[in-house]
């Protein structure tokens, strides 16, 4: 199967603009872009994909062995993006990673910098797991504790975990949509992505980062605390930080306007 089916991509928006390439995190495929895809695609051609084992992809290409490490995501985007630019004549692309994807789009940047004109990432953590004085929001207790949870009872620790994610509990409805999303993962690769996402660690990786690069925070995220941001900012030569007046790790839920505008202005701002 070539890659872009294996990877059900999408391309939409306008044929003249820049071509701006949308990751989803853990647990989600790309129907989580969908609120901020109408304002981006009036200016740019918008390409949408989900990562082996999400969504619509090809659940015959997921292997547990190959994708236990943010590596493969790495290499299956870098395919992607190497598609995208033969058949639509373009040199380069801009790739909004979300979460887990933020890193993803670090190491694929890294490997093919050519390949990328500039590099978003939304709401990142190159850690999770606090370490010194690096802070990156949990102990190594508390995620081996959030692991075996979810590999034990995946469909419950979804109902627990995606509300605390996604944030304000005043709209409930976030976090029931998150919630939905996860429970449409297949319980083994969820397990399988769940331990390459939160026991990775790519602080090392952001120094390689060589392209203009947009680090999109929330005001108040507990999965990835402003001290995060602040640390990916440092680590990324010449990058921009951006908090968004947001609640929660999916700013493309909660506050889907003021994402797609901070986006846009990165994007289209010439180089």
Request: charged share 25%; proline share 5%.
């Amino acid at each position: 199967m070539d890659v872009l089916s294996r990877n059900n991509v999408v391309v939409t928006g306008n044929v003249d603009g820049p071509v701006v390439v949308l990751a989803h995190g853990f647990g989600c495929d790309q129907n989580l872009w969908r609120l901020v895809v109408p304002a981006l695609a009036e200016k740019c051609r918008v390409v949408l994909f989900d990562h082996v084992g999400a969504g619509r992809s090809d659940l015959s290409a997921w292997d547990a062995r190959r994708y236990s490490t943010l590596d493969a995501y790495a290499s299956d985007v870098l395919d992607i993006c190497r598609e995208i630019c033969r058949e639509l004549d373009v040199r380069d692309v801009v790739f909004v990673g979300h979460s887990v994807s933020a890193m993803i789009g670090v190491l694929a940047v890294a490997a093919e910098p050519a390949r990328f004109g500039k590099l978003v990432l939304l709401t990142p953590s190159p850690r999770y797991i606090d370490d010194g004085d690096y802070r990156g929001g949990f102990s190594a207790a508390d995620i081996e504790e959030l692991l075996d949870s979810l590999e034990s009872n995946y469909l419950g620790w979804s109902a627990t975990m995606a509300p605390v994610i996604v944030g304000n509990p005043d709209r409930p409805e976030l976090g029931e949509e998150l919630t939905n999303s996860f429970c449409r993962t297949d319980p083994e690769v969820a397990r399988v992505f769940a331990r390459a996402t939160f026991l990775s660690d790519n602080r090392a990786d952001l120094e390689r980062v060589s392209v203009p690069t947009l680090v999109l925070e929330c005001a108040q995220d507990v999965i990835a605390p402003r001290e995060v941001g602040a640390f990916v900012h440092a680590r990324i030569p010449g990058s921009t930080l951006v908090t968004l007046d947001a609640t929660g790790h999916c700013p493309q839920l909660s506050a889907p306007e003021a994402t797609a505008a901070a986006m846009l202005r990165f994007v289209t701002d010439t180089l």
